[in-house]
């Protein structure tokens, strides 16, 4: 670099001078310092020509420039002094040196730059621009519309539909969805499977329109709508020659709100005016349906009511006749048995849709005042989701295989590592979330869809877990196919359509790993690779959001296969309607396991002593050195117990240490889960304590209590089991119990079991 | 966000391309359809809740201005 000129002539700084020659009796040498002189050349410099700058910085692009503090600044000026007087060739080759220099330039810059090229008939190198941008920011919404342009202008039809769906996804507004809808108005219509989709209404819901069609078209469908005019439902639907008929649809949906039906709804409807509107509407529903299933081959698709203000009865409602909320609630009852038995029509649940998104959010007062339009903007992407349920199976778009990954995906950690035993699966978190998980998964099945393992491992890892792991709900039994090895998943999963004997388009991909999900995504974009959150506490909700498991009716193999597993569905739906209180616990089926405690439930008794409150009788925080200690220790017994009832495993649940001493145990702790409080488990655990103690001989059983703020629920427990106090210093009482005399129990319904954890050994 | 700004995000045009006078009559999206989604988008981006009767008003970018200013946006 060539050297900068060091000013050795103060008048040469002009009138601050005097100041510098102040500063520099301050910080000797500082204006020495050529650095700081290079700084403001290259302003000046940038200021008078940006290329002649953009030459030199090219030149010694060897130099280290990192002391050069003002660097970032100056290359981001520099840059946009290009963009107004250089030439795109110019802004390219500073950005090279900007990403040699790990300089970060804005969006902006580039999208600029992008745009420059476009004026200059460059549009590849515009492409390659934006498509650097969005590879970093997928959601830069400013780089997609450019990007859209150009594909309009090379006539790229296919891309250009392609973008306005990645627009939709960087910002899911009305205005951008309206934006797309009207765009694609203008292109050819893509390559899809059409589909016509009617919709008649009794109030403005044309913006359903532009979100419905963007799901359309992220599955590949190419829709088509027709929008009746406003609140013409009725004669569209009556007369044969309807626009409606001509347009031949596929599905039509039927939306129409109460209070345009039965106006009184949102005033003050007597009882008579309720049994009356209830027999006109679903009359007038069941009619309009006929009609319309008689005149096309249409799915017909009708929406619930809903209610969407308060009750005029406030929270007296549900115990009047007249109540509002019962009786919309039955009439929706009314019309789904109505609709029932008809083959092609269907009860949306709207009401249920809207609970989902929040009625609150999902209405727009004002929207609704001034143009008609009851439901909000929020409600409209959810409700046009909830569309696509229909429309799927319709067009044959239901998947009939889930391909699962393992390790992070139906159980937390890798079993590889940790063994079977270590992996987070079980009733308590981290472990509970994938277990419900699995239950959604085990639900799939019941409707008839297949799953299947595609997981990176080695097969005697897996299988002990999948045969003999307490806590599975998904069993071997459960897959139809299963590719445990170390070979590409692309591959593996080839294999299992090949083995099902199903297209991959029916398959849906679920994987925790990002790397697998892109891996699949580019060999086999047939397969639908679903997106699944870092959180495992949201993979339920996400499967659940899928709208791809949708049958429009159950065949007769769905209903055998249904059959098998009613009889597990038929244990749970089982009300209790106990009469007495030892009924209710008999119904319980309660099944405890108390035993000493075994090493490997030592990080879930730690937790225990550090989180448990409530029913905690000494709250003392033990470590893991402790506990290890105490389980080492032969003078020490630790006990778990274990408690599952008709309905869930609760797992270890409570622990006690009991310290023996000659001729008396002492009981040191003694806690419980809150979540079985009340089931009088603690009875079955105390009785075993004094039975062990007898069997050993022992005559005196001491119990410690140290009052906490939390656990007064169990200050009389040692009391109320017939111990006498024999020591209280305020904080610390001593409670004794003389075995001989031992009327501790387990009450009779509880059954107690020994242990046969299958992973056990 | 400038009122322009929010303006050109919903109408899908350039900011630096509107003014004060740019109008329902000078914009093509500006529709019927099209004032709904402005008034939701204001709404939103300035969190207040217009009355009917200033959303009717709210024809052109000054007097969108003048109402905001009535609802303490500044």
Partial sequence: ???????????????????????????????????????????????????????????????????????????????????????????????????????????????????????????????????????????????????????????????????????????????????????????????????????????????????????????????????????????????????????????????????????????????????????????????????????????????????????????????????????????????????????????????????????????????????????????????????????????????????????????????????????HLGPTAPGKEYMDFQRALLNLTRRGILLAICSKNNPEDVLPVLREHKYMILREEHFGAMRINWRNKAENIKEIAEELNIGLDSLLFIDDNPNERELVRQVLPEVLTVELPRDPSRYRMTLENLSDFELLAITKEDEMRIAQYGAIGKRHAMRNTAASLDDYFYSLALRVIIEPAKPEVLNRLVQMFNKTNQFNLTTRRYQTTDVERFLKSSISRVYTLEVSDRFVDHGVVGTAIVHVERNQWRIDSLLMSCRVMGLTVEQAFLARICEDALDAGVTTLLGEFIPSKKNHPVKDFYCQNGFTLQSDDGGHQIWEYELASSKVKTPPWITLTENKLGHDR | MTVEELVGKVFKINPEELSDTSSRNTIEQWDSMGHLALITALEEQFQVSISITDAMEMANIRKIKDVLKEYGVR
């Fill in chain 1, 1 to 423: 670099m060539t050297q900068p000129r060091v000013p050795d002539d103060s008048a040469e700084m002009g009138e601050w001078s005097e100041l510098i020659a102040e500063i520099e009796q301050d910080y000797p040498g500082n204006s020495r310092e050529p650095i700081r002189y290079l700084s403001f050349l290259l302003e000046s410099l940038t200021a008078q020509s940006p290329e002649r700058t953009l030459q030199l910085l090219q030149k010694h692009q060897q130099t280290d420039l990192r002391p050069l503090r003002s660097l970032p600044a100056l290359v981001n000026t520099l840059v946009r002094q290009l963009l107004a007087k250089g030439t795109p060739y110019q802004v390219e080759e500073l950005l090279v040196l900007a990403t040699a220099w790990q300089i970060p330039l804005p969006v902006e810059i580039h999208i600029a730059l992008a745009k420059a090229w476009i004026q200059l008939s460059e549009l590849n190198r515009a492409r390659t621009v934006l498509q650097q941008v969005l590879s970093k920011t997928p959601a830069a919404s400013e780089a997609l519309h450019v990007l859209y342009e150009l594909a309009m202008m090379e006539k790229r039809t296919t891309e250009a539909h392609a973008v306005l769906n990645q627009l939709i996804e960087a910002d899911p507004s009305l205005s951008t969805v309206a934006f797309a809808y009207k765009e694609r108005s203008k292109l050819p219509s893509n390559s899809g499977q059409p589909v016509r989709l009617a919709l008649l209404s009794s109030y403005v819901l044309d913006q359903l329109i532009p979100y419905w069609d963007f799901e359309c078209r992220k599955v590949g469908l190419a829709p088509e709508f027709y929008v009746a005019p406003f609140n013409q439902y009725t004669q569209e639907i009556l007369n044969q020659n309807s626009a409606l008929y001509n347009f031949n649809p596929h599905l039509v949906f039927l939306a129409i709100s109460i209070e345009d039906l039965f106006p009184e709804f949102t005033g003050y409807p007597s009882s008579e005016d309720l049994n009356k509107a209830k027999e006109d509407i679903t009359g007038n529903i069941l009619h309009l349906v006929k009609e319309l299933l008689q005149r096309s081959s249409a799915l017909v698709v009708v929406s619930d009511f809903v209610s969407m203000h308060h009750s005029p009865h406030g929270i007296l409602d549900n115990r009047l006749p007249q109540s509002l909320l019962r009786w919309t609630a039955e009439l929706n009852k009314t019309l789904a048995d109505t609709l029932a038995a008809q083959e092609r029509a269907f009860l949306l649940p709207l009401t249920e849709v809207l609970n989902w998104v929040g009625k609150t959010k999902a209405k727009n007062p004002k929207m609704d005042y001034m143009a008609s339009m009851r439901l909000s903007e929020a409600a409209l992407p959810e409700l046009a989701r909830y569309c696509m349920r229909y429309v799927k199976p319709l067009k044959g778009l239901t998947k009939k295989c889930l391909v699962l990954d393992l390790d992070g995906t139906l159980w937390g950690g890798i079993v590889g590592e940790l063994g079977p035993e270590g992996i």
